[in-house]
Antibody, heavy 123, light 107 residues
Framework: EEQLVESGGGLVQPGGSLRLSCVASGFTFTNYWMTWVRQAPGKEPEWVASIKQDGREKNYGDSVKGRFTISRDNAEDSLYLQMNSLRAEDTAVYYC????????????????WGQGTTVTVSS | DFHMTQSPSTLSASVGDRVTITCRGSQSFSGWLAWYQQKPGKAPKLLIYETSTLESGVPSRFSGSGSGTQFTLTISSLQPDDFATYYCQLYDTFSVTFGGGTKVEIK
């Protein structure tokens, strides 16, 4: 079974840092772009960042650019999100997801998702 | 700034109804459009990609269409399992945008 399992969420003060992890299983991790998507309570999902199969290409949403860093360890089938300078508006459930496609040539959506990990930024 | 608007934001319908959800772009786009279903406390689930291609395992009562600035998701005959929130998603030039969502409620 293709599976993604996130961890690392929690309560953090404004200005603090947190590192999220996502472990993949059941598929060949190195074949896919991987992405982080977050969803604040009662809101639509918001794309956060994506990383290419070899880790050399990374893209970020405007709201996290310069504060968050996406990375991956293909030897460990793992995806990471380092979040610095956290703000109250970063409070959300964070999902990792697999992207199906060969960007930018074609894109078939996010076809495997984790269960999410909750990040709360509050004093 | 490009943005996407979904309508309606809430839809009340009965089992067996035909349901249509619309996603409009603020300008014409040529990117890749997908649709997701989300139930409370769960991750979104991919239903349709490339505007009209059904993801494996998704019932054929779901369909997608559109071009230019307007795209639609249609459920031909609403089933009890379909009451959920639906989101459109656009991929264009290394950026992804989700629509605001449409909640399909029981009438």
């Amino acid at each position: 079974e293709e599976q993604l399992v996130e961890s690392g969420g929690g309560l953090v003060q404004p200005g603090g840092s947190l590192r999220l992890s996502c472990v993949a299983s059941g598929f060949t991790f190195t074949n896919y772009w991987m992405t982080w998507v977050r969803q604040a309570p009662g809101k639509e999902p918001e794309w956060v960042a994506s990383i290419k199969q070899d880790g050399r290409e990374k893209n970020y949403g405007d709201s996290v650019k310069g504060r968050f860093t996406i990375s991956r360890d293909n030897a460990e089938d793992s995806l990471y999100l380092q979040m610095n300078s956290l703000r109250a508006e970063d409070t959300a459930v964070y999902y990792c997801a697999r992207e199906h496609g060969d960007k930018p040539y074609y894109y078939y959506g996010m076809d495997v998702w984790g269960q999410g990990t909750t990040v709360t930024v509050s004093s | 700034d490009f943005h996407m608007t979904q309508s309606p934001s809430t839809l009340s319908a009965s089992v067996g109804d035909r349901v249509t959800i619309t996603c409009r772009g603020s300008q014409s786009f040529s990117g890749w459009l997908a649709w997701y279903q989300q139930k409370p406390g769960k991750a979104p689930k991919l239903l349709i990609y490339e505007t009209s291609t059904l993801e494996s395992g998704v019932p054929s009562r779901f369909s997608g269409s559109g071009s230019g600035t307007q795209f639609t998701l249609t459920i031909s005959s609403l089933q009890p399992d379909d009451f959920a929130t639906y989101y459109c998603q656009l991929y264009d030039t290394f950026s992804v945008t989700f629509g605001g969502g449409t909640k399909v409620e029981i009438k």
